[in-house]
């Protein structure tokens, strides 16, 4: 655990766009964006997750704008016959910089594994790409009290054989992504805590992501191990993520 208020890492502050933004939607996003976050304070960064298809779009029309660029999700080799996913050096090409692997999304619907995406971590961080590594317990494993175990897993598989410095980990409870149900500070900051041990590097850059909104966003920031957020939902909209990026922690009385 860090004592409170003691950032000594610096805040990551993500949106992943999923599968919403064509290129035209993502153009006027940037436009609307980028002087709602000219005067950022310099101990965060920014990081947007578009859609494959939009990167460029967005790369382009945020260039200097200090917005990292992340994949959705990394593939774990570097080309081959894999149809419809995308590599490591087709990312970087672009200016990428970071890739999202083990979000429950891919987890759920594409039935991926821990040992894929400890490829993908793996293969991200050869190639030159930050993963963001998400773990997170469903509403069944929460009530069954597991919420520990699971992810307890999903960190020492994914993360076998990954550089702890060159990593971010979003916690991210499935219960509370898409729902409105914002997981309380104290109990996000709890797991993000454990996280950070299971790691067991203290320098990692540990967030949490589920349902995060411009009302709850500074009292996440205010917790001591929790350094940045993933956002889905509230990152759509220029205005709500620009405020969630210009976060304020507030001040204890
Ligand atoms: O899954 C998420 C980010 O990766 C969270 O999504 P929401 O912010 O829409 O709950």
């Known amino acids: 655990m860090s004592p409170p208020g003691d950032h000594v890492r610096k805040a990551v502050i993500a949106g992943n766009w999923k599968m919403h933004m064509t290129c035209a939607q993502a153009r006027a996003f940037a436009a609307s964006f980028r002087p709602l976050i000219a005067d950022l304070p310099d101990d965060r960064e920014v990081v947007l997750a578009p859609p494959f298809t939009a990167i460029p779009t967005l790369c382009r029309h945020l260039a200097g704008a200090g917005v990292a660029i992340a994949g959705q999700n990394v593939h774990w080799e570097e080309s081959g016959a894999y149809t419809g996913m995308i590599s490591a050096p087709m990312l970087l090409e672009h200016g990428v910089t970071h890739a999202i692997v083990g979000h429950s999304e891919p987890r759920k619907y594409f039935s991926e594994t821990d040992e894929q995406i400890n490829l993908r971590a793996r293969t991200a961080q050869k190639t030159g790409l930050i993963p963001i590594l998400c773990v997170g317990e469903s509403d069944d494993q929460r009530e069954a009290r597991e919420t520990e175990r699971v992810i307890h897993r999903q960190v020492e598989q994914g993360l076998e054989?990954?550089?702890?410095?060159?990593?971010?980990?979003?916690?991210?409870?499935?219960?509370?992504?898409?729902?409105?149900?914002?997981?309380?500070?104290?109990?996000?900051?709890?797991?993000?805590?454990?996280?950070?041990?299971?790691?067991?590097?203290?320098?990692?850059?540990v967030q949490y992501g589920g349902s995060v909104n411009p009302a709850t966003i500074d009292m996440l920031m205010a917790q001591s191990d929790i350094d940045g957020v993933l956002v889905g939902g509230a990152s759509l909209d220029p205005v709500s993520f620009a405020r969630i990026a210009n976060y304020q922690v507030p001040v204890p009385a």
């Open 161 to 205: 054989g990954v550089d702890p410095l060159r990593l971010i980990v979003a916690y991210e409870p499935i219960w509370a992504i898409g729902t409105g149900k914002t997981c309380a500070a104290e109990e996000a900051n709890r797991i993000c805590g454990l996280i950070r041990g299971w790691v067991g590097h203290p320098e990692v850059v």
